[in-house]
């Protein structure tokens, strides 16, 4: 018997802004700076972490609620075997690109078929390996015959779809369609110019009707102080901002979130001074995270215990600042402090650098405060802030760094690419660590092949305790977001965003002035 799953349509997009004036909201403009710029808008070749633009401009054939629960999109409703194996999808009528051509099964057949073939070229090819066979009898109806079940499926469709009459015979990373993109969103990108912005239009014929504002704009704004300048200066209608600068904002309406984006210290499993989970586990009982959220996140957070902490599946008992359990760590691990006070063994201290996105203030703040933590307790850090650009270039060669990650959706798509070894950045993953772990690997495996709501909760709560006993990371804090909007700006509605507040303009299309 087949279990169908009918929902209402989903609301999901995503913007920001390019310089407005401070008349923009009188003609429809929402103009909003933003410090992060992507490397492409193609949804295929992006890690779950949808950037703005791209949530704009493309829908999945599901999407997300306010709740983050899989609801339709570009399928109104589905059908799922019992044996998790066939999903068979009934597509809405009348949904075109912004090009006007039709979208149909055959744009999703090679959506999928696209992404999962293009390896190492698309991290989001893992959640579609599975699938053997796409049937399209007809252009509404799509059929996914899967060789094994996979719990994630419905959320991992999210992904925007492509379009095939646009990318047919061209590569998945073909560089025009990635900062040129067509999609069937709210809004349609007019104009991008790299470092600078990315304007948008809103689609008159998007399948919910055409969006209450005329035109977003996005404003890629590095710099922090920048941001809030332009922001009270009236360039821009709105900005994400910093903790630190939430009071200095001024005549706009501060929309605050929880967030599944938490900060953590990354050590490179590569690295011999990273080999003994002694030391590692010493490092997170060295770093009090309470002090951490107080004095750089202002409050606008809380200590992290885990990489799942805001989701149902939390079960991560953490690590608390404890002095005396990091001596015994250390000591058990053949450890001594030497005259200088730092943690040696055969003429060795606990050596690295520690690096991180010199343009992230916060980031750098962390790092500071956490290096100079780890420093008291013994270990030798050496805390060196790089341009993102170099850091993302070696990536798979730095000691350590103030990594970020986290979604709001289902738990495989926060914590596989991540953690699982399979996905090491070696060899195209996300895995920056190479962290490697037998135990994380099955219980990983398992939550997302079992369709057993308790099994699955048991295979992450026995993921969260291998990390517990062998931690890739030394986790820090779970952030908020702080966004400054003008304040007859109406629509935007809260919920759990994701990695660098990532969803705050889910719903934009039902935004508008007053």
Same mark, same amino acid.
């Given at each position: 018997m087949?279990?169908?799953a009918?929902?209402l349509?989903a609301?999901l997009?995503?913007a920001?802004g *390019?310089?407005?004036?401070?008349?923009s909201g009188t003609d429809?403009v929402?103009?909003?700076?933003?410090?992060?710029e992507?490397?492409?808008? %193609?949804?295929?070749?992006q890690d779950g972490?949808?950037?703005p633009v791209?949530?704009?401009?493309?829908?999945g054939?599901?999407?997300?609620?306010?709740n %983050?629960k899989?609801v339709?999109a570009?399928? $109104?409703?589905?059908?799922?075997?019992?044996?998790?194996?066939?999903?068979?999808f009934?597509l809405?009528?009348?949904v075109?690109?912004?090009d006007?051509?039709?979208?149909?099964?055959?744009?999703?057949r090679?959506?999928i078929?696209s992404?999962?073939d293009?390896?190492?070229d698309?991290p989001?090819?893992r959640?579609?390996?599975m699938?053997? $066979?796409?049937?399209?009898?007809?252009?509404?109806?799509?059929r996914?015959?899967?060789?094994?079940p996979f719990?994630?499926?419905?959320?991992?469709?999210?992904?925007g779809?492509?379009?095939?009459?646009v990318?047919?015979?061209?590569?998945?990373?073909?560089?025009?369609?990635?900062?040129h993109?067509?999609?069937?969103g709210p809004?349609?990108?007019?104009?991008?110019?790299?470092?600078q912005?990315?304007?948008l239009?809103?689609?008159?014929?998007?399948y $919910?009707?055409?969006?209450?504002?005329?035109k977003? &704009?996005?404003?890629?704004v590095p710099?922090?102080?920048?941001?809030?300048?332009q922001? %009270?200066?009236g360039e821009?209608d709105g900005a994400? &901002?910093?903790?630190?600068?939430?009071?200095?904002? *001024?005549?706009h309406?501060?929309?605050?979130?929880?967030?599944?984006d938490?900060?953590?210290?990354?050590?490179?499993?590569?690295?011999?001074?990273?080999?003994d989970?002694r030391?590692?586990?010493?490092?997170?009982?060295a770093?009090?995270?309470?002090?951490i959220?107080?004095?750089?996140?202002?409050?606008?957070g809380?200590?992290?215990?885990?990489?799942?902490?805001?989701s149902?599946?939390?079960?991560a008992?953490?690590?608390?600042?404890?002095?005396a359990?990091?001596a015994?760590?250390?000591?058990?691990a053949?450890y001594?402090?030497?005259?200088?006070?730092? =943690?040696?063994?055969?003429?060795k201290?606990v050596?690295f650098?520690?690096?991180t996105?010199?343009?992230?203030?916060?980031?750098v703040?962390?790092l500071?405060?956490?290096?100079t933590?780890l420093?008291? *307790?013994?270990?030798?850090?050496?805390?060196?802030?790089?341009?993102a650009? =170099?850091v993302?270039?070696h990536?798979? #060669?730095?000691?350590?760094a103030?990594?970020?990650?986290?979604?709001?959706?289902?738990?495989?798509?926060?914590?596989?690419g991540?953690f699982?070894t #399979?996905?090491?950045i070696?060899g195209?993953g996300?895995?920056?660590?190479?962290?490697? %772990?037998?135990?994380a690997d099955?219980?990983?495996?398992?939550?997302r092949?079992?369709?057993?709501?308790?099994?699955?909760k048991?295979?992450?709560?026995?993921?969260?305790?291998?990390?517990q #006993?062998?931690?890739?990371?030394?986790w820090?804090?779970y952030?908020?977001?702080i966004n400054?909007?003008?304040?007859?700006?109406?629509g935007?509605?809260?919920?759990t965003?994701?990695?660098?507040?990532?969803?705050?303009?889910?719903?934009? *299309?039902?935004w508008?002035y007053?």
């Amino acid at each position: 018997m087949a279990m169908l799953a009918v929902v209402l349509a989903a609301a999901l997009a995503s913007a920001c802004g *390019q310089g407005g004036t401070p008349e923009s909201g009188t003609d429809g403009v929402f103009t909003y700076a933003v410090g992060d710029e992507p490397e492409t808008f %193609n949804p295929g070749l992006q890690d779950g972490h949808t950037d703005p633009v791209t949530e704009l401009v493309f829908r999945g054939l599901t999407g997300h609620d306010a709740n %983050n629960k899989v609801v339709p999109a570009l399928a $109104e409703s589905w059908e799922v075997s019992e044996d998790g194996k066939t999903y068979t999808f009934k597509l809405r009528e009348g949904v075109t690109w912004h090009d006007g051509k039709p979208f149909t099964s055959d744009d999703v057949r090679f959506t999928i078929e696209s992404v999962r073939d293009a390896g190492a070229d698309s991290p989001l090819s893992r959640n579609f390996t599975m699938v053997k $066979e796409i049937a399209t009898p007809d252009a509404r109806t799509v059929r996914l015959e899967l060789d094994e079940p996979f719990a994630p499926m419905l959320g991992a469709l999210a992904m925007g779809m492509l379009p095939k009459h646009v990318l047919a015979g061209k590569e998945l990373t073909d560089a025009e369609f990635a900062r040129h993109p067509i999609g069937t969103g709210p809004f349609k990108l007019d104009t991008y110019k790299h470092g600078q912005y990315a304007e948008l239009s809103g689609f008159g014929g998007y399948y $919910e009707g055409a969006p209450g504002l005329k035109k977003i &704009v996005i404003k890629y704004v590095p710099d922090d102080s920048a941001r809030l300048i332009q922001l %009270n200066g009236g360039e821009v209608d709105g900005a994400h &901002v910093r903790p630190k600068q939430a009071e200095q904002v *001024q005549d706009h309406r501060l929309e605050v979130y929880p967030t599944a984006d938490y900060r953590a210290i990354g050590f490179n499993m590569k690295k011999p001074v990273f080999a003994d989970k002694r030391v590692r586990k010493a490092m997170n009982y060295a770093i009090d995270r309470k002090a951490i959220v107080d004095s750089v996140v202002m409050g606008y957070g809380a200590p992290a215990k885990g990489p799942l902490d805001t989701s149902e599946y939390a079960a991560a008992d953490g690590f608390t600042f404890d002095a005396a359990r990091v001596a015994s760590l250390m000591e058990d691990a053949g450890y001594a402090k030497n005259g200088d006070g730092l =943690w040696a063994k055969d003429g060795k201290t606990v050596a690295f650098e520690l690096t991180t996105f010199a343009e992230d203030s916060l980031r750098v703040a962390m790092l500071n405060v956490a290096a100079t933590q780890l420093k008291k *307790q013994g270990f030798d850090v050496k805390p060196n802030p790089r341009s993102a650009d =170099w850091v993302r270039k070696h990536w798979g #060669d730095l000691d350590a760094a103030v990594v970020g990650w986290g979604t709001p959706f289902d738990p495989d798509s926060s914590v596989y690419g991540v953690f699982h070894t #399979d996905e090491a950045i070696a060899g195209g993953g996300s895995n920056l660590g190479t962290y490697s %772990n037998e135990e994380a690997d099955k219980a990983l495996d398992k939550g997302r092949s079992t369709l057993d709501a308790a099994e699955r909760k048991t295979a992450y709560t026995d993921f969260q305790s291998a990390l517990q #006993d062998d931690p890739p990371f030394a986790w820090i804090a779970y952030l908020k977001t702080i966004n400054a909007v003008p304040e007859n700006l109406t629509g935007p509605q809260q919920r759990t965003l994701g990695h660098h507040g990532y969803g705050f303009f889910w719903n934009a *299309q039902t935004w508008r002035y007053e």
